[in-house]
């Protein structure tokens, strides 16, 4: 995976590429873990659940997209 830079280039997904947190999501668009999950629940960034928890996770892929500015 690229190296994580606040603003910089999106990550580039792939087979094997491991699913960004909240945190890491927010820490790339330089925003609030509160505003990745209102990009969420708006519909303007794809999640990944999974586990009993409901762990959310994204695809680097899906914060390439948004990022681009196409609506997945």
Excluded: H, I
């Amino acid at each position: 995976m690229n190296e994580m830079v606040p603003g910089g280039p999106a990550p580039k997904g792939g087979p094997g590429e491991r699913l960004l947190t909240q945190s890491e999501v927010a820490y790339w668009l330089q925003v609030d873990k509160r505003t990745v999950r209102r990009l969420t629940e708006a519909g303007k960034l794809r999640k990944v659940d999974f586990g009993k928890r409901r762990m959310v996770r994204y695809r680097p892929e899906d914060v390439a997209a948004f990022l681009a500015g196409e609506v997945r």
